[in-house]
C-alpha cells in the first residue's frame, strides 16, 4: 500500500506504531483516546478516505471512550470462553457483535 502513496512515509510510521500498539495491548487492557485516534489515523491512511471519521473519534471524551470499551469487552467475552460448533459460536459472535456496536453507537 505505501508504494501505492504519495508520500508513504506518514503510512510506514503508522504502520510501525500499529503493530508495536497491538503487541502491548496484549499486555494491557482498555482503550483510550490517543490510542484510538492514533488508530483511526492508521486505519484511514490505509483505506477509503471518510471525511469527519477523524474528527468524530477526537470528540469523544477519554472517559467515556474507556468506559464504551469496557461495556464492549463485557458484551464480547462471554462469547470467547463459549464451546459450540461452529456454526452455533458464529451465530453467537454475530449477536454479541451486533450487541457490541449497538453500545458503541449509543455512546460514542
Request: aromatic share 6%; net charge positive; glycine share 4%.
Amino acid at each position: 500500500i505505501a508504494s501505492r502513496k504519495q508520500d508513504p512515509t506518514k503510512l510506514k510510521s503508522l504502520d510501525s506504531w500499529y503493530w508495536q500498539a497491538k503487541a502491548r495491548s496484549q499486555q494491557r487492557k482498555g482503550l483510550d483516546h490517543e490510542t484510538l485516534c492514533k488508530v483511526m489515523q492508521w486505519k484511514l491512511s490505509r483505506g477509503t478516505f471518510r471525511p469527519g471519521l477523524l474528527q468524530k473519534a477526537e470528540s469523544n471524551k477519554d472517559t467515556l471512550i474507556k468506559t464504551t470499551y469496557e461495556e464492549v469487552l463485557a458484551v464480547l467475552q462471554p462469547v470467547e470462553g463459549e464451546e459450540k460448533s461452529s456454526s452455533e459460536w458464529t451465530e453467537s459472535m454475530q449477536d454479541a457483535s451486533t450487541k457490541a456496536i449497538k453500545v458503541m453507537d449509543k455512546n460514542l
